[in-house]
């Protein structure tokens, strides 16, 4: 883990912006990697089968407040959640 944030480290920088780490083919396996020694750091068990804690509120409500308070990262969740709050309000009666 501590390689990974040596490396490049999400809590600070923009996750969206995170290359690829040496020993990986693809961003798509270091990024998974990496969120799942995130996860392993904190005792919390992290499959894409069964994604556990990572469906509470809270990590939705994290990051929700990430994208206000640092607007310039995320940039890709931010503009789905526009869309999401866009095709929201066409549908409330």
Do not use: W
């Not at 990572?54 to 526009?82: A, C, G």
């Amino acid at each position: 883990m501590l390689d990974y944030t040596k490396y490049y480290d999400v809590s600070v920088n923009c996750p969206e912006n995170m290359g690829r780490y040496q020993e990986f083919n693809t961003h798509a396996q270091f990024h998974g990697a990496y969120l799942r020694a995130l996860f392993e750091a904190k005792n919390i068990t992290y499959s894409k089968k069964r994604p556990g804690d990572v469906l509470k509120p809270f990590y939705l409500e994290q990051l929700l407040t990430r994208i206000q308070v640092q607007p310039e990262q995320l940039t890709t969740f931010r503009q789905f959640i526009d869309f999401c709050n866009k095709i929201k309000s066409k549908f409330k009666i």
